[in-house]
């Protein structure tokens, strides 16, 4: 077993092109001896944004931990506050952005066979 603080995990800013005001933490990962699933933690500051993008064969787990903003897909935005669970399927083209004054904060659950 493992715990943790997520505070503890170093932030690294994701390499996705457009990306801007973002950080992420791999709260759990192979380097944790995770074999299945990997958890991460992005936080968006205000008017941060991950751009518009797919993963073609990983589907994606979400759950807004803090704040709101927008769930952006090719044929409509949504938008999603705390406590909203989400489920993107692979190929789904989607972009977050914190429209708000304050932090958005996110988990995403990955499959490992993708990294």
């Not at 699933?37 to 979400?62: C, N, Q, S, W």
């Amino acid at each position: 077993m493992l715990l943790k603080y997520y505070s503890e995990v170093p932030s690294e800013i994701p390499k996705l092109e457009g990306t801007k005001g973002v950080t992420l933490r791999w709260l759990i990962s192979k380097n944790d001896g995770a074999k299945n699933y990997a958890m991460r933690l992005f936080e968006l500051a205000p008017d941060g944004i991950i751009p518009l993008h797919d993963h073609e064969k990983t589907e994606h787990e979400v759950f807004i931990v803090e704040g709101n903003g927008i769930l952006q897909t090719l044929e409509k935005n949504l938008e999603i506050k705390k406590g909203d669970a989400i489920f993107i399927k692979p190929g789904e083209k989607h972009s977050f952005q914190n429209n708000s004054k304050k932090p958005l904060k996110f988990i995403c659950v990955i499959p490992l066979s993708r990294l």
